[in-house]
Nanobody, 125 residues
């Protein structure tokens, strides 16, 4: 059973910083793209940043230059460093894995579209 567990959300003042982390657990062999999405009240979930297994990154225009995504393939973790936070960054942030391979029943399998439980980020004075 593959699980994603997030940590690091909280309340921060405008201009402050937070670091989100997400750890994937289970009999994982490899992970393709890992990413962070967010959903603000009354809005659709949107991509914040993503990173491929080779380290290529993609950011939403609204966070470019402020957020940095990174991953540790050996530990199956992904992090999001958020600087210069704005009130409009307030949302629930979700970790995502688009696909991965895992071991079970004496062979490898491929699984798709895994999500963490979400962590609240609130930017307010």
């Amino acid at each position: 059973q593959v699980q994603l567990v997030e940590s690091g959300g909280g309340l921060v003042q405008p201009g402050g910083s937070l670091r989100l982390s997400c750890a994937a657990s289970g009999s994982i062999l490899s992970i393709n793209t890992m990413g962070w999405y967010r959903q603000a009240p009354g809005k659709q979930r949107e991509l914040v940043a993503a990173i491929s297994s080779s380290g290529s990154t993609n950011y939403a225009d609204s966070v470019k230059g402020r957020f940095t995504i990174s991953r540790d393939n050996a530990k199956n973790t992904v992090s999001l460093q958020m600087n210069s936070l704005k009130p409009e960054d307030t949302a629930v942030y979700y970790c995502n894995v688009d696909s991965l391979s895992y071991y079970g029943a004496l062979r490898s399998h491929t699984g798709y579209d895994y999500w963490g439980q979400g962590t609240q980020v609130t930017v307010s004075s």
